[in-house]
C-alpha cells in the first residue's frame, strides 16, 4: 500500500427417541403473506427527500433547491443547485451529501453548511466522518507502475484528503475509518478452458497496507449488496439458488469476525437500515419493512415501479442504500415515498 497525502474519499425440533408406532400426519405451515403497511408519496413540490439525524429532513425542490428541514418543518440551511441536475442524496449524521452530475467540490470542513454538494464518485460514510472517491485524488493523474493497483481517495477532518492504493483490479466500495471494502476483480479459467473475469467483495486495512480475511458462510452464494453500518459492522445482501429460484440472504458481522447469514423472505435487491436491525428491503416494485425481531410488513408503495433488469443479480456487488435511505426513524423508497420506522410508534404508522 502506499499513500500520500493530496492536495484538497438463523429452530430445529428434537424427535423423541421412542417415536410413536402410528404417526399422524402433518400439517404443512401455511406462508403467512406480510400485512400491508401505509408508505406516503412526497410532498408537493418536492422531488427527492433523505431522512437525517436529529429529527432533520433533506428535501430537493422542484426549483432545484437543496434544504435542511427541522421536525417543525422550519428550514436550516438551503443550496441552490442547477434544476437540471440530477443529484442522489445521502443522509450523512444531521448533514445531507448531495451527488450531482454538476456541482461544486465537495464542501468537506467542519465549518461547512449542512448541504454539501460534490460531483462525480465521491461518496459519504454512514458514521459521517470519512468521504472517498474512486480512482485518484487529481483526475488523471494515475500512479505509473508495473503492477495493477485499485486506487482510492479518501478525506477524514485529521488528515484531510490522502491518496491510497492496494493491489488488483478493483473499486473502492464503502469505507469506515481506516478500513474499505473493495470490489475486487480477477480473471479465472473455467472448465471449458475459457477465461472470465469475476468479481468478488474483500476488505482491505487502508493504513497496513494489508486485506483482512472476509468470506461469506456459503461459498456458493455471491455478494449482492454489501456497506458498512454507522457502528462499523460489515452488513449486505447475498444469494443462492437459481436465477428462477433464488434465495436471499442477509449477510452481517465484524470486520476481521466472522460473516453470519440469515434466510429472508424475498430475494432482495437493496436495503438500508434505521438502526443495525430496522430498516426497509426491497425486491423489484415491491418494499418490505422489518423491525429485526423477524416481523415483516409490506409497505403499499404508491405508483411503484420496477426497476430496469429487476430481479436480476448484479455482475458485480454494489453498495447497499442506493434504493432505499434510512433516517433514524423513517426511510424513504427510490426517493418517492416514505415509510415510518420509528419503534415507539409501530413500523409505518
Not at 454539501?116 to 466522518?129: C, H, N, P
Not at 481517495?153 to 483490479?169: I, K, L, Q, V
Request: glycine share 10%; charged share 25%; hydrophobic share 40%.
Amino acid at each position: 500500500m502506499t499513500a500520500r497525502t493530496a492536495p484538497s474519499l438463523l429452530v430445529a425440533l428434537t424427535l423423541s427417541a421412542c417415536a410413536s408406532p402410528a404417526r399422524r400426519p402433518t400439517a404443512r405451515p401455511t406462508r403467512r403473506e406480510p400485512a400491508p403497511v401505509a408508505a406516503r408519496p412526497l410532498p408537493d413540490g418536492v422531488t427527492a427527500l433523505a431522512p437525517l439525524d436529529d429529527g432533520l429532513t433533506a428535501s430537493r425542490l422542484s426549483d432545484g433547491a437543496l434544504v435542511v428541514t427541522d421536525h417543525d418543518g422550519r428550514e436550516l440551511s438551503r443550496r441552490l443547485v442547477d434544476p437540471a441536475a440530477r443529484c442522489a442524496l445521502y443522509p450523512w449524521r444531521a448533514r445531507v451529501f448531495a451527488r450531482c452530475a454538476v456541482g461544486d467540490v465537495a464542501l468537506v470542513e467542519e465549518t461547512s453548511p449542512r448541504v454539501a454538494v460534490a460531483r462525480g464518485e465521491v461518496f459519504a460514510s454512514r458514521d459521517g466522518t470519512t468521504l472517498a472517491k474512486r480512482g485518484p485524488c487529481n483526475s488523471g493523474e494515475t500512479p505509473t507502475t508495473d503492477v495493477t493497483l485499485t486506487v482510492a481517495c479518501s478525506w477524514t477532518a485529521e488528515r484531510g484528503w490522502r491518496e491510497w492504493t492496494a493491489p488488483g483490479d478493483g473499486d473502492v466500495l464503502d469505507v469506515h475509518g481506516s478500513l474499505a471494502l473493495l470490489v475486487h476483480r480477477a480473471r479465472v479459467e473455467r472448465a471449458d478452458g475459457q477465461g472470465e473475469v469475476v468479481a468478488d467483495l474483500r476488505l482491505y486495512d487502508v493504513d497496513n497496507g494489508r486485506f483482512v480475511p472476509m468470506r461469506l458462510p456459503d461459498p456458493a452464494s455471491r455478494w449482492v449488496r454489501a456497506g458498512f453500518t454507522r457502528s462499523g459492522r460489515i452488513v449486505g445482501l447475498a444469494r443462492t439458488g437459481t436465477a428462477r429460484a433464488p434465495q436471499g440472504w442477509r449477510v452481517s458481522g465484524l470486520p476481521g469476525g466472522p460473516l453470519r447469514a440469515a434466510p429472508l423472505p424475498r430475494a432482495f435487491d437493496d436495503f438500508d437500515l434505521s438502526d443495525d436491525d430496522r430498516g426497509v428491503y426491497t425486491a423489484c416494485a415491491e418494499a418490505l419493512v422489518t423491525d429485526g425481531s423477524g416481523a415483516w410488513s409490506r409497505a403499499l408503495t404508491p405508483a411503484a415501479e420496477a426497476p430496469p433488469s429487476c430481479g436480476d443479480a448484479p455482475a458485480e456487488p454494489r453498495r447497499y442504500g442506493e434504493r432505499v435511505r434510512c433516517g433514524s426513524a423513517r426511510c424513504v423508497v427510490d426517493g418517492a415515498v416514505t415509510v415510518d420506522v420509528d419503534r415507539r410508534r409501530g413500523l409505518g404508522l
